[in-house]
């Protein structure tokens, strides 16, 4: 538990620990990600805007390139067809003249194809990569004059433009798609590229400025937290910046400073407060003690007895329990003071309540009545029980001996016992024992007397 308290206090130490030493925190974590995410939006939005623009490009030189490909080719097409006998058939040299045709007009597209009405190609015009397809496709027939975009009869996906010429034939020109928008493709894994490396960037950018800007404000955090648990001994490292975060440092030191100084001051007036306490209770202790005890006998005087015999009455009348009282009295005592003085007979009382003291029972209660009078209440006693305590308290005081003067002579005294007992009325049980104290002293003194009278109600 010691190891809980300030060491600023405890040792007069204080620990400053590195910003380093803060993790990064769930704001700087929030801060990159936004920074990361903002990035990877922006840097996709762009690269959607160049691929775009890139495949409308493509997609507007296509549509202008394949159409005149297209009226080219129909133009010499149809000057080879007047050149002809109509109903000449179709042979070898007649494609292969086609083919050639067809080829100097296809102006850089993959591939030019003559269809007749059944689909059939009548001949083909093909680039050094281009492949020639097994048939013209249903779809391609079916398209009117214009670009457009379908599969082959190979499955290939092409970009191709469609015109119809005389005798049912069809003149098509087609470039696959892959090829067409290859630029595009490239452009993709370039911007794929370059948007990785901007996020990487930006993302490490983001960690180096958030982790500069807030691991000074998390570890001013961690100080508070430290500040809200007791704990005074830590200090933050003041930064060299002259910014906000540098004023905010040299501000919480210069206020855990005060805070130190604070907690000191209140520790050392805790500390006389609690010793100022203790004393305040010892004296409470002792007056009291002083308030219930006989100050020359050191018994326990008159005002004790009462409350004790208050609390002893309530407990017999709900127990049963019976309850006596001595009432003691010193022989001639008015003439041992004249003989000797006040301050012999001071003497005197002291030693016979040391001597009574000795003798009673731990349960039994000996107290200081008044003038050269004592009192003892014996708890679940008897009358035989009381007498038989009251003998014995007598005999010891006869017994003993007091040196009360110079001369060193040794003094004996002797003392008359009234012994009564509690019938229910608290009165009645003084009267009783003081009729017994009475009659005792009237019977010749140093001796015991019981009252077998019965008290009043």
Not at 12 to 27: A, I
Request: hydrophobic fraction near 45%; proline fraction near 3%.
């Amino acid at each position: 538990m010691d190891d809980e308290k300030p060491r600023s206090i405890r040792a007069g130490m204080v620990e400053t620990y590195p910003v380093s030493r803060t993790p990064l925190g769930s704001l700087a974590r929030k801060i990159i990600a936004c920074v990361c995410l903002c990035t990877s939006a922006t840097a996709m939005l762009v690269s959607w805007i160049a691929i775009q623009t890139t495949y409308a490009h493509l997609h507007q030189e296509l549509a202008r390139r394949l159409p005149r490909s297209l009226e080219h080719g129909a133009v010499s097409i149809a000057a080879w067809q007047e050149a002809r006998r109509p109903d000449a058939p179709l042979g070898e040299a007649d494609r292969r003249a086609l083919r050639a045709l067809l080829d100097l007009e296809r102006d850089g597209a993959a591939r030019m194809l003559l269809i007749d009405p059944q689909g059939a190609i009548l001949a083909a015009a093909l680039g050094h990569d281009a492949v020639a397809p097994s048939r013209a496709t249903a779809e391609v027939l079916s398209h009117p004059a214009g670009m457009h975009d379908y599969h082959d009869a190979d499955g290939v996906r092409v970009m191709g433009a469609s015109r119809d010429l005389a005798n049912g034939w069809r003149l098509v020109v087609e470039d696959p798609f892959q090829r067409a928008f290859a630029p595009v493709m490239a452009v993709v894994a370039r911007v794929f590229a370059a948007d990785l490396a901007v996020i990487l960037f930006f993302g490490l950018l983001g960690y180096k400025i958030t982790t500069a800007a807030l691991h000074p404000i998390e570890t001013l955090s961690e100080a508070a937290r430290r500040i809200a648990q007791g704990q005074f001994d830590h200090e933050v490292p003041e930064l060299s910046r002259t910014d906000e975060l540098g004023l905010l440092t040299r501000t919480f030191n210069d206020m855990m400073r005060r805070l130190r100084g604070y907690q000191s001051q209140i520790e050392t007036a805790n500390e006389r407060l609690t010793e100022r306490n203790m004393e305040l209770q010892q004296a409470k202790e002792t007056f009291e003690q002083l308030s219930i005890t006989d100050g020359l006998t050191r018994l326990h005087n008159h005002r004790f007895f009462q409350d004790h015999l208050t609390r002893e009455l309530k407990r017999v009348s709900r127990t049963g329990e019976p309850l006596t009282m001595l009432l003691i009295d010193i022989d001639d005592f008015k003439g041992l003071n004249d003989r000797f003085g006040h301050a012999a007979g001071d003497e005197l009382l002291t030693g016979l309540a040391q001597t009574m003291s000795d003798t009673i029972r731990e349960s039994d209660l000996l107290a200081r009545y008044g003038g050269e009078e004592f009192v003892v209440l014996a708890a679940n006693t008897d009358l035989s029980g009381a007498y038989g305590l009251a003998e014995k308290v007598r005999t010891a005081v006869v017994e003993a001996s007091f040196i009360v003067d110079e001369s060193m002579r040794p003094v004996r005294v002797s003392v008359s016992i009234g012994v009564a007992r509690y019938q229910g009325n608290r009165k009645a049980f003084f009267v009783a024992t003081d009729r017994a104290l009475y009659r005792a002293k009237a019977e010749g003194k140093n001796c015991v007397v019981m009252d077998e009278d019965e008290q009043l109600a």
